[in-house]
């Protein structure tokens, strides 16, 4: 059998994708050199937004006329989208809703179900034409949690690694926790061992995901496994778990590693170790991208987000103090329930007030099942919506722009991602995109290799030099 994974949605979900496509490969499936040569498509989904699951259901059913051609076809859906794993040839009738609406889907599973996938192939193929008597067996019961399949990473340059899954924030236009679950951390050692594994494979730079990746190791769940000396992190007699992991996974630079990254944190959670971090910590890259949300204290409490606007400008001074060359980015919820013009002006404000290097705003459209679907009356026209964006937009263009012209006349240390016949581009320290001309050859061998560029301009979100 072949297999063809499309992967929609955040770094979490292509990290999965890494372990789907591991597994697979276990079992003795090959990946197909092309959509149309798979017999199981899987598509690994995103549910954040109605918009990203509508797109995602878009693309299962271009796939309908070709299932009619090909019964046999096997089509699976994962991710965020799913609340129960089950086959369409379940006769318990305890399936997830999307088996029920969309009647070409055969398979969904839970991501932390992966270790028994087999298990819903072998269910599904049962009538059919198809045999999974050629598939080797797996022992499921070694890989109960699905962190325990160590992928082959798509970049062997550039690693990322989930040290955690679900959420227990609640935020009220988000989804995440129905999706995703309670929040849940992998051990310390676990984690470890995979990033230094990568390392040995040639990992310049990891990147540590999760949901709010610095609340790893703080979550009731974690508590309750004892994953931690809590006695001691509340006494203060050891730092907070996730500092404790960054300050491990930093000792790999003797082995070679270059750079550590993680998204996204969660303000509630930024500890004065962390911040103290970017200080110690010798592949701690100077950026971190912390979602506000809103520059309103009325709207964070309606989107139950727990700090303040003055808590995270002292988060934002500290950092700022501790590394003053830090990049500093965020993501903003324009036109949320019941938003003012007086507290939209207030996120705007606050937003030129402190300066951020990028934002990935959006404008606010409800999801279903949250508490805001349900409690908040989505009551900002679509017309206000896109003309306050535009103006926080403008506003994001030109400090934007400004932050990026430092860079003109420095030498920038480049982690290159990409390459064709006329450019090349890649990451600096600070997580800018930085492009260059491409050489009369051998373009792509700078891929996952550091390279020093001079920059010379900055102009549509990207700085411009040459190759040192």
């Known amino acids: 059998m072949q297999y063809h994974i499309q992967t929609h949605g955040c770094q979490m979900n292509y990290s999965d994708s890494e372990r789907i496509e591991t597994y697979l490969n276990n079992l003795g499936f090959k990946k197909a050199k092309s959509e149309k040569e798979a017999d199981l498509f899987i598509f690994n989904s995103c549910s954040v937004k109605q918009k990203a699951e509508d797109k995602v259901i878009g693309s299962m059913e271009k796939l309908i006329a070709r299932k009619r051609k090909n019964p046999n076809l096997l089509i ?14 379940d006769e318990k009738e305890n399936r997830d809703h999307f088996i029920k609406q969309l009647k070409h889907l055969d398979i969904a599973f839970r991501i932390e179900d992966l270790p028994n996938l087999r298990k819903l192939l072998s269910e599904s193929c049962k009538h059919r034409k198809i045999t999974t008597d050629s598939l080797p067996k797996i022992h499921d019961e070694e890989l109960a949690d699905y962190f325990h399949i160590n992928p082959a990473h798509a970049s062997k340059a550039q690693v ?51 949901q709010t990746v610095d609340s790893y190791g703080l979550s009731n769940i974690d508590r309750q496994n004892h994953l931690f000396d ?33 998204t996204s944190p969660h303000p509630k959670d930024v500890s004065p170790e962390l911040i103290e971090s970017y200080a110690t910590l010798e592949t701690l890259m100077p950026h971190i991208h912390l979602p506000i949300q809103s520059g309103d204290n009325s709207v964070l409490q309606r989107m139950n987000r727990p700090y303040t606007i003055e808590r995270y400008k002292e988060i934002v001074t500290a950092l700022r103090k501790t ?67 535009h103006r926080f937009n403008d506003s994001l263009k030109v400090i934007t722009q400004n932050k990026l012209e430092k860079y003109i006349g420095q030498t920038l240390e480049v982690l290159i991602e990409e390459a064709d016949a006329k450019t090349i581009r890649g990451k600096s320290p600070h997580n800018k995109t930085v492009q260059f001309p491409a050489g009369k050859s051998a373009n792509k061998t700078l891929i996952g290799t550091i390279q020093k560029v001079l920059i010379k301009e900055a102009h549509d979100w990207i700085l411009f030099g040459d190759l040192v």
């Open 160 to 210: 990322f690694i989930p040290v955690s899954t679900g959420c227990d924030k609640f935020c009220t236009y988000c989804i995440v926790p129905f999706a995703r679950g309670r929040e849940v951390s992998r051990n310390l050692d676990e984690i470890i061992e995979e990033a230094t594994q990568a390392v040995e494979q040639g990992a310049l730079e990891i990147t540590l995901l999760g």
């Open 323 to 389: 590394r003053p060359d830090i990049a500093i980015t965020t993501d903003m919820i324009i036109g949320f329930c019941g938003e003012t013009e007086e507290e939209f002006q207030n996120t705007l404000d606050l937003y030129k007030e402190l300066d951020f290097d990028f934002c990935y705003s959006s404008r606010y459209s409800n999801r279903k099942g949250t508490h805001a679907d349900k409690n908040l009356p989505d009551d900002i026209s679509r017309k206000t919506k896109a003309e306050r964006w």
């Open 76 to 89: 699976a859906l994962t991710g965020c989208m799913i609340r129960k794993s089950s086959t369409r040839a």
């Open 230 to 262: 809590y006695d001691k992190i509340d006494a203060g007699d050891q730092p907070p778990p996730f500092v404790q992991l960054l300050t491990k996974i930093n000792a790999l630079h003797k082995k070679g590693l270059k750079r550590i990254r993680f």
